[in-house]
């Protein structure tokens, strides 16, 4: 197959086309890293030896081959978790990105009753798709799905909490302070309103987006929720 | 004597694997004009709800779900020969998730 450069320059050979032998791949928006939590051992672990790096991938064929051989949240142990964040973000609320940001989640406390692969599956594809914002709100860094005892809790984490944060300049982007609190808080919503729809959730449920820093300094994020949908 | 040294030899990548490390990411204009296989959904499909969408600008590409869905049975290899070996040893294999959550 060497020899068929010069044919490669001039045809445009996908997956679909040739699952073997193709010469384009899909590309995505951004580049995203995969994490895992590793389940703590029990006392004494400090939390950044269990957050592991999985790998980075930019193409829509990369991420079904990983998504293809890697273990389905059904499978996964307790107190795990999947991230799925924006290259040279940590999926932690001190990361600098993060620190001013909040996130929208919900918990299925019937884990029986609910097909957690395809909400997860369908929560990364709306991420790496870039649907769950327009092109220049700049919220969204990731998404999570926790793996607990009484539930899975799955969320998108957002730079901003609708405000001006420092060192994003005047422009009108996430953080910017030409961006008006409003508009700002317009944004956050959206992105909660097609998460809702995501997750099919009943109009009787709802998502609600809280702050990192509300939820690090309280007990509950229940009680510091800034908004639902 | 055997001079059959095939089972030394370390396994190579398959032609599915090969060819995601080197294709070429596709540009927008390129994915505008593609022409995919009959039964999939491109920028020609007639439902534009299910196609893959650049931007006015031609900078940014979306996906829709339905439209990303489509490659789940198509690629199917581990994006490195390691990989396996990488999550068993980070996540463990799938039956001590099973042991570990069971009740």
């Known amino acids: ?229 | 004597l055997n001079l059959n040294t095939k089972a030394v030899e370390p396994p190579q990548p398959s032609a599915a694997l090969q060819s995601l490390k080197t294709a070429r990411l596709l540009r927008p204009e390129q994915l505008l004009s593609l022409s995919y296989p009959a039964g999939i959904n491109g920028m020609s499909s007639p439902n534009p709800a299910l196609n893959a969408a650049v931007s006015k600008k031609g900078t940014s590409f979306k996906y829709d779900p339905n439209f990303l869905l489509q490659f789940k049975t198509v690629f199917t290899e581990q994006p490195s020969m390691e990989f396996h070996q990488q999550v068993k040893t980070l996540i463990g294999d799938n039956d001590g998730g099973r042991s570990a959550s069971a009740r």
């Not at chain 1, 369908?122 to 790496?128: D, G, S």
């Open chain 1, 1 to 229: 197959s060497s020899t068929a450069a010069a044919d490669i320059d001039s045809k445009l050979v996908t997956v679909f086309h040739d699952k073997d032998n193709f010469n384009v791949k899909h590309p995505l928006q951004n580049k995203w890293t995969l994490w895992f939590t590793k389940p703590s051992s029990g006392k004494g672990d400090n939390w950044n030896d269990l957050l592991k790096e999985v790998i980075t991938f930019n193409s829509v064929e990369e991420f079904w081959g990983i998504y293809n051989n890697i273990a389905p949240v059904s499978e996964l142990a307790l107190k795990s978790d999947y991230h799925l964040f924006k290259e040279g973000v940590r999926p932690e609320w001190e990361d600098q990105q993060n620190k001013h940001g909040g996130k929208w989640s919900y918990s299925f406390k019937e884990k029986r009753n609910i097909d957690i692969n395809d909400i997860w599956l369908h929560t990364m594809l709306a991420a790496i798709g870039e649907t769950l914002e327009e092109d220049n709100d700049g919220e969204v860094m990731g998404v999570v799905v926790n793996v607990r005892k009484a539930f899975f809790r799955v969320g998108v984490w957002t730079r901003t909490i609708g405000k001006s944060i420092p060192n994003r300049g005047d422009g009108d982007v996430a953080g910017g302070k030409g961006r008006p609190a409003e508009k700002g808080k317009q944004i956050l919503e959206n992105i909660g309103k097609r998460f809702k729809e995501i997750l099919k959730l009943p109009a009787t449920e709802y998502v609600e987006f809280s702050g990192h820093t509300d939820a690090a300094h309280s007990g509950s994020t229940r009680a510091k929720a800034k908004f639902t949908v």
